[in-house]
C-alpha cells in the first residue's frame, strides 16, 4: 500500500586511526609527545579530527617547536588548530577523514541531485532495475499539502499498476527465469513517480560534507535537500565539533560557515 514517508539519515562508519601505526610513525620523526598529549587529555580522541590534524602537523612537522627550524610556536589546542587550518584554507587535509550515512527515504529527486557532488565522495544507491516496485513510498513536500488527498490518490494508482502489471505478465510464476523479471522490473520503473522514495548510501570526506552543506542548506536550494542536509549539519556538528566549529545555524534553516571554500 502506498504510505507517506520522511527521509533519515544514519552514520554507518566514520573514522578509525591506528594509534600505535601513529607512534612509531612520530617516535621515528621526533614527534610522540603531542599524540602522548592527545591521548593524556582524552582516551578516546576523536578519530576524524585527531586525523586531520595529524595531516596537517606532518606539513610542517610541527608537533613540537625545534623539529622544524623555520618553526618556533606550535599551537597546542586542537580546537585553536583546526580553527587556524579553515582559517588558511588549508582544505586537503581535511580530506583524510571520511563519513558514511544511510540515507533512507529520500527521493530520487533528491538522489539525482546529490550524486552530481562527485569529487570527495562515494554513493550505491537501491537499484529500481532489481528491485520491484511493489509498496511506494512517497514523501508529500510542502507544497503540495493543499493537495495531500490528491497526491496521494495519484500515488496510489501508480502502485496499483505496478502490481497489477507484474501479475499481467505473469513474472512471478514458477520458473520464470530471473533475467526475464530484471527485464520487466527495469522497464515498470519507467513509469514509477520520480518522487518515490529510495535508499542511499553515501560516503563524503570532511571537506566535500563542508562544502555540501553550505551548498544544500542555502535559501535557494530545494526544498528537500535543504531538509536532508540540515539534518546532515546536525550531525557533523556532533561528529566532528572542531571542524565544524565555524558553521552557525540562521533562522531560515541555512548552515553558513565563516570560512567558505575551505
Not at 595531516?55 to 617547536?65: H, I, K, N, T, V
Not at 606550535?74 to 587556524?84: A, I, K, T
Not at 571520511?98 to 544507491?125: D, K, M, W
Not at 529500481?128 to 499539502?145: N, S
Amino acid at each position: 500500500m502506498a504510505h507517506e514517508t520522511s527521509p533519515t539519515i544514519h552514520v554507518i562508519a566514520r573514522p578509525s586511526v591506528d594509534l600505535d601505526g601513529m607512534r612509531a610513525y612520530l617516535d621515528d620523526v621526533g614527534g610522540s609527545s603531542w599524540l602522548e598529549r592527545r591521548t593524556d587529555a582524552d582516551r578516546n580522541p576523536n578519530p576524524g579530527e585527531l586525523l586531520v590534524e595529524f595531516g596537517g602537523r606532518a606539513c610542517y612537522r610541527s608537533w613540537e617547536p625545534g623539529l622544524n627550524v623555520n618553526v618556533t610556536k606550535v599551537r597546542s589546542d586542537q580546537r585553536e588548530y583546526l580553527r587556524n587550518i579553515l582559517k588558511s584554507a588549508h582544505g586537503s587535509v581535511l580530506e583524510h577523514a571520511n563519513y558514511s550515512f544511510a540515507l533512507r527515504n529520500v527521493s530520487r529527486v533528491a538522489t539525482h541531485e546529490i550524486v552530481r557532488h562527485r569529487a570527495g565522495a562515494a554513493y550505491s544507491q537501491e537499484s529500481l532495475r532489481y528491485v520491484r516496485l511493489v509498496d511506494l513510498g512517497f514523501r508529500v513536500p510542502p507544497a503540495l499539502e493543499p493537495l495531500q488527498q490528491q497526491v496521494v490518490e495519484i500515488v496510489e494508482r501508480l502502485e496499483e499498476f505496478q502490481v497489477s502489471a507484474a501479475k499481467a505478465l505473469k513474472i512471478d510464476e514458477d520458473g520464470i527465469p530471473f533475467h526475464v523479471k530484471k527485464e520487466v522490473t527495469s522497464a515498470l520503473r519507467r513509469l514509477a513517480p520520480i518522487g518515490v522514495s529510495t535508499d542511499l548510501i553515501m560516503t563524503m570526506n570532511l571537506r566535500t560534507l563542508r562544502h555540501v552543506v553550505e551548498m544544500r542548506t542555502a535559501p535557494g536550494a530545494e526544498e528537500e535537500l535543504r531538509l536532508i542536509f540540515g539534518r546532515l549539519a546536525e550531525i557533523m556538528v556532533e561528529e566532528a565539533p572542531g571542524v565544524f566549529q565555524d558553521f552557525t545555524r540562521h533562522d531560515d534553516g541555512s548552515w553558513v560557515p565563516e570560512f567558505s571554500k575551505v
